[in-house]
């Protein structure tokens, strides 16, 4: 039913009543705890599940208190284990960032995988047929990855904008045409055949000095961490932070933001209110697959050094459960791109040190997403009921 | 016969192409059910993928009849947990789709070492007994009974109480309660019915295509099964048609060698022609009007 | 008047001994805090036509929601020829031979009509529809009721009185002797509401008891035997159609009296700002608008009835800039815009409110301050080279909502949290705020009660004294002749009469709403 105002009465016109301009602090912190609520019940859900698994697979209580001190130990405690979690958290929030700027859209951007992959691979070209100094060099070559997601995002916006085609399953396809294009390029065109060694690898010849990122290591060691030499974490994690305010600031001060956040709640108020949506669709898409495109930069850049072809490393999947944790906000996007990457230490840690697979920390992160939707579900609706009331009790 | 000829449509690709099209089209059949119903499975790849390595295990440990068996349960169950998320908690479906595919990348993966020592693959089981047929070589069991399941799930779409109901709900649920018929429970079977299709697919890939289950073997042919789908128009007998497209496509990547395409582009063909059918198709179909919408039973109107 | 009294009676019957179909006692039924039926006494004879009236709002629908089981009380109880029975469904309520035709029809367009009667109740041989016999026992039944309806023609094929016939062929079918017809005329234009009320006059000869929620008093009482008035969640009393008169069912209704009065413009009306031409749209093969002719003049209100589905959408959409015309023009303050982005007719002074404000007027869950400047928020101060201004934001809500006493918890809250008049209230002032020339309200008052309804009607008509060009589209004929200097009818794509606000009638608009006649097409 809907309730509709009551009529005023004849001749008594209501007074005027003071509108709040804004909600008080109470509100806001009871808001606040209800939001990080979910997440909180998610978490709680997935770290039982995690133990369930074990001890209906190992049956060993012991095994699970193994688990526990290593994700404490090796996660967390462990000289170098923040290195790592930044290091790999760097990927994950860009990639986290491209699924959110399409969820804010309305669209569902599951091609970050072979947008990065695309992204990768028109870096290792910039950064191996270039030479020039570093200033020049590597920004060129950071653009040339966001080019290579952005035009691997191309077709799925031009099909869903002209031919109405779903982005899921456009988006899917266009991951596996990316692993062809790039089992045809690394093993022909563009594979480093002055190899040595016994088994020549698929892959190209190493990127110039010049576009090499640099470790972070010594900054955050000259900031009082006392990292390994070797902890992999590059300058990117500082960009890939950089991203994420941006982000933030875009989807909530700007005009474009605005839009965008129109179009992905409400596509019909969009048009009437002169949204263009099929010009914000192609846009978000496109921004989306520029972001995705940083996201195989660290491995290219930091690590490895030349691109290989096992350049699918599953972080667009990832992203997709750190977009849906964080909210598609900026600083839950970084927070659920920490967490997953916590996961990441800890199921090493768990590899090394128990006799537990350390693929439970895959079922945890699966169970975290399917349970953050159904938990994020029903608070809405909690939320959506209390307002609700409320509105009434005071109308 | 021109090499290319033999290459396109010779016995061997046909029989190729049938393989092919049997585990796209039971895929395509549970994707019109849960699609007729109202509910969108873009989880259905994911559910095929837990059928490939459930088959496999039941096939290794009680012989490939049960390996079936154990895959359509697991495929069931996986969209059991589906139906909870989106037709009672109802979030949106293709959330809940896309976190069931990311669970099949993991789990899989964690069970392989549990149950096989590594994680990416099983070893050989014992597949279920071969026929012949003239010119087409050998087949399984399972290309016939893919057929007549064909058929039966259109009769019983079309001409089955069940059926009747379970497109109105997919297609008005508010006035399918009206009328008493029980949108949440049409809902749930179509999704489950879905799910079961899904399991039998991923079964026969691993133990009748390849006879083991390798990781990633299922080569995102539940996302294929969707284009078929739409397609197919919704439809029992277009989903044949489309999924014998793809099937054949499919061959194709094995038998096809054309001197100035690589073969890995080759490869790639069945990615593309989805692409194209999705390109072409995808304005002039008419889903399910009520496709991918929260029903909540008696809610206020 | 003869209200019934409310002395103890034997169960079923009422005090002379009338048997009784429907009874409720004590009903209450609340939603999130607010009360929908308030202690509700309402009793339906055996045979009878019985017409359930009240504002919207007042708990009509709830009750017989509750009826239907489609929803449960909170308190009291509800007798079925007699018995106390627990409604928990409405498969239960089919059981109990109870049928429903909801106000919103609901059909299954892609099901013939004899898949959407027998639906749920399906002829089977174990499990196996059997479609000749739904077929042959469906043409049956129209036969019986008097109309002619293919069995195996698609829903979405027929018009609107037919598929009101299916909706009524599905009670029939499934034996209902007690039939509830939630506001069966709000679709129909007069001529369609004359076949109505004969069809349920013979239902009612023919022993079924009928309930039927209405809002027009005249047809109410042009039809109904005993008349029941709810205000407020509260039944104020029933009545005996034939001692009682409009005027006091409407006093009972609003407990006050009610004008619906024309209100005509003072000043004369100016230039033409809109003036559209042959305006074509298609729709595949099917010409949607067929070359309309229209012209709004500053300092009028132009009001376009019509059946909907005659164009109107199309019409309303392609001046708004929402889809391309395929064929004429359309200028707006001298300029032609038929090509224009919305942004750019906004910019001249185009302002819209559309006919689902849920859908097209608002973001729900986005703050009331964000929804203040939907569709302005390009403008300064609200932006400024791509950023946005929260504070010149906040300070237009705030304005907006003290001008037109939107209630409102706080201007952070989300849309949702409105009810629907206020949320209607925000639209109506973002709208009038932005500096028009030519308003667009597609029916502005549809789902609004009187007292809401009396204020957008109010803000329209000085609208219009302030010199803004109105177009007022709306199947409310009341609206219409009350509001409109001049009226236009569309029917199939085209504006078939043009006729002067204060000299048309109901009766002449719907033969022109039908097609009936069609002689006074404006001149391109």
């Not at chain 3, 209200?3 to 002379?16: F, N, Q």
Request: with cysteine.
């Amino acid at each position: 039913m809907k309730v509709e105002e009551r009529p005023p009465a004849p001749g008594a016109e209501p007074p005027t009543e003071a509108v709040a301009s804004r909600v008080g602090w109470t509100e806001r912190a009871s808001q606040l705890g209800l939001q990080l609520l979910a997440p909180a019940i998610s978490l709680l859900i997935s770290a039982v599940v995690g133990a369930l698994v074990i001890l209906i697979v190992q049956r060993n209580v012991g095994d699970l208190a193994d688990v526990a001190s290593t994700m404490w130990d090796y996660g967390l405690a462990n000289r170098s284990a923040f290195a790592f979690i930044f290091g790999r958290a760097t990927p994950f929030i860009f990639a986290g960032i491209a699924v959110a700027i399409a969820f804010k859209a309305g669209l569902f951007n599951i091609g970050v995988e072979g947008q990065y992959a695309i992204g990768a691979l028109t870096a290792a070209i910039v950064g191996t047929k270039l030479s020039a100094p570093t200033v020049i060099h590597l920004p060129l070559t950071i653009l040339a990855g966001m080019a290579g997601g952005l035009a691997w995002a191309l077709i799925p916006a031009l099909l869903k904008v002209y031919r109405g085609a779903h982005e899921v399953i456009s988006t899917i396809m266009m991951n596996y045409v990316a692993n062809g294009l790039l089992l045809y390029l690394l093993s022909g065109p563009l594979k480093d055949t002055t190899q040595v060694g016994a088994i020549a690898q698929q892959r190209t010849v190493p990127v110039e000095d010049t576009a090499r990122v640099g470790s972070m290591v010594p900054f955050f060691n000259s900031i009082g961490f006392n990292f390994r030499g070797s902890s992999p974490v590059t300058w990117l994690f500082l960009l890939a932070l950089v991203a994420a305010a941006v982000y933030a600031f875009v989807v909530r001060r700007t005009r474009f933001g605005f839009e965008l956040r129109v179009l992905g709640i409400n596509p019909r108020a969009a048009e009437p209110a002169g949204i263009r949506s099929n010009a914000m669709m192609m846009k978000a898409m496109l921004l989306s697959g520029a972001v995705a495109g940083l996201a195989g930069l660290q491995d290219l850049l930091g690590f490895d050094g030349y691109m290989k072809l096992d350049y699918v490393r599953g972080y667009g999947f990832t992203a997709i459960a750190i977009a849906l944790l964080g909210r598609n906000t900026g600083i839950g996007i970084v927070a659920g791109a920490l967490l997953f990457s916590y996961l990441d230490r800890a199921s090493s840690g768990i590899g090394l040190n128990t006799g537990v697979p350390k693929e439970v920390t895959i079922i945890m992160g699966g169970v975290i997403i399917l349970t953050i939707v159904v938990a994020y579900e029903l608070v809405r609706r909690a939320t959506a009921r209390r307002q609700l009331k409320e509105a009434h009790e005071r109308a | 016969m021109p090499e290319i000829v033999g290459q396109l449509i010779g016995f061997a690709v046909i029989a190729s192409a049938i393989r092919a099209f049997v585990p796209l089209f039971l895929a395509t059949l549970g994707a019109v059910f849960n699609e007729r119903s109202g509910v969108v499975n873009i989880g259905i790849d994911g559910m095929m993928i837990f059928g490939t390595w459930f088959g496999a295990w039941g096939a290794l440990r009680y012989g490939p009849v049960a390996g079936f068996v154990i895959a359509i349960l697991a495929g069931t169950a996986v969209a059991l947990l589906h139906a909870i998320v989106t037709v009672t908690f109802r979030v949106d479906h293709i959330i809940s789709g896309v976190a069931i595919n990311i669970l099949a990348l993991g789990i899989p993966r964690f069970l392989s070492i549990v149950a096989f020592g590594q994680g990416t693959q099983s070893p050989a089981v014992e597949q279920l007994p071969r026929f012949s047929l003239p010119r087409l070589g050998e087949m399984s069991p399972i290309v016939p009974l893919t057929l007549v399941l064909g058929v039966a799930a259109w009769f019983v779409l079309n001409r089955t109480v069940f059926g009747l109901r379970l497109r109105s709900a997919g297609e008005n649920p508010r006035a399918a309660e009206s009328l008493g018929v029980r949108v949440v429970a049409m809902r749930y079977a179509g999704v489950l019915l879905s799910g079961a299709f899904a399991g039998l697919a991923g079964a026969y890939i691993s133990i009748e295509l390849v006879g083991q289950y390798n990781e990633g073997m299922n080569q995102g042919r539940g996302f294929i099964a969707l284009a078929a789908l739409i397609l197919g128009n919704w439809t029992v007998g277009g989903a044949a048609l489309a999924s014998l497209l793809f099937g054949w496509t499919e061959a194709l990547t094995v038998f096809l060698r054309v001197s100035w395409i690589n073969n890995a582009f080759i490869q790639t063909l069945p990615y593309i022609v989805t692409l194209i059918v999705l390109a072409l198709f995808f304005r002039r179909v008419r889903p399910p009007k009520a496709v991918g919408q929260a029903y909540e039973a008696g809610a206020p109107i | 008047m003869a209200r019934t009294d409310d002395a103890p009676a034997e169960a079923g019957r009422e005090p002379d001994g009338a048997p009784l179909a429907v009874e409720c006692r004590g009903i209450t039924r609340r939603y999130a805090g607010v009360i929908a039926n308030d202690h509700v006494d309402f009793k339906v004879r055996e045979g009878e036509i019985h017409a359930l009236v009240g504002e919207n709002g007042a708990g009509k629908s709830t009750l017989m929601k509750m009826v239907y089981g489609m929803e449960q009380p909170d308190e009291g109880e509800i007798l079925v020829r007699g018995k106390p029975e627990k409604i928990d469904s409405p498969r239960k309520a089919i059981a109990l031979r109870i049928g429903m035709v909801h106000q919103h029809f609901m059909l299954v367009d892609a099901f013939t009509v004899a898949e959407n009667v027998v639906l749920g109740a399906e002829p089977a041989n174990g499990g196996r529809l059997d479609l000749d016999e739904a077929n042959r026992e469906v043409a049956e039944l129209a036969r019986g009721f008097g109309t002619n309806l293919d069995p195996a023609a698609r829903v979405e094929t027929l018009a609107v009185g037919q598929q009101q016939r299916v909706e009524i062929l599905k009670l029939l079918y499934r034996r209902a002797d007690i039939l509830i017809l939630d506001e069966p005329t709000a679709v129909l234009v007069p001529q369609e509401v004359e076949e109505l009320f004969q069809a349920m006059r013979s239902l009612s000869q023919q022993g079924k008891t009928i309930i039927f929620i209405a809002h027009s008093l005249e047809e109410v009482l042009a039809v109904a035997d005993r008349i029941t008035v709810l205000r407020d969640g509260k039944v104020i009393g029933t009545v005996v159609a034939a001692d009682t008169t409009e005027e006091e069912v409407a006093e009972m209704m609003v407990g006050r009296p009610v004008l619906l009065e024309r209100v005509h413009g003072q000043t004369p009306s100016g230039e033409p700002m809109l003036e559209v031409e042959g305006l074509r749209v298609l729709a595949g093969a099917r010409e949607q608008l067929a070359g309309a002719n229209l012209t709004v003049r500053r300092s009028e209100i132009y009001g376009l009835a019509g059946i909907e589905g005659n164009g109107q959408a199309e019409l309303v959409e392609a001046l708004v800039g929402l889809l391309h015309p395929d064929g004429g023009s359309i200028r707006l303050g001298g300029k032609d815009v038929t090509r224009a982005t919305v942004r750019d007719r906004r910019e001249l002074g185009l302002c819209y409110i559309p006919e689902d404000r849920h859908a097209r007027a608002m973001v729900l869950p986005m703050t009331l301050w964000e929804n203040s400047v939907l569709g302005q928020q390009e403008r300064r101060p609200f932006s400024r080279r791509g950023l946005l201004n929260p504070k010149a934001m906040r300070q237009r809500a705030t304005d907006l909502v003290r001008a037109f006493r939107v209630k409102a918890p706080s201007i952070a809250a989300p849309a949702y949290a409105l009810s629907g008049g206020n949320q209607q209230k925000l639209v109506l002032a973002r709208e009038f705020a932005s500096g028009p020339k030519l308003l667009i309200a597609a029916y502005p008052t549809r789902g609004l009660d009187i007292g809401a309804t009396e204020f957008v009607w109010k803000q329209l008509v000085s609208a219009r004294d302030a010199g803004l060009a109105v177009l007022l589209i709306s199947a409310n004929l009341e609206e219409i002749l009350a509001l409109a200097d001049r009226v236009g009818v569309i029917y199939d794509g085209r504006i078939t009469a043009e006729l002067d606000g204060s000299q048309a009638t109901m009766n002449e608009l719907g033969l022109y709403m039908t097609g009936a006649r069609s002689d006074r097409e404006p001149a391109a």
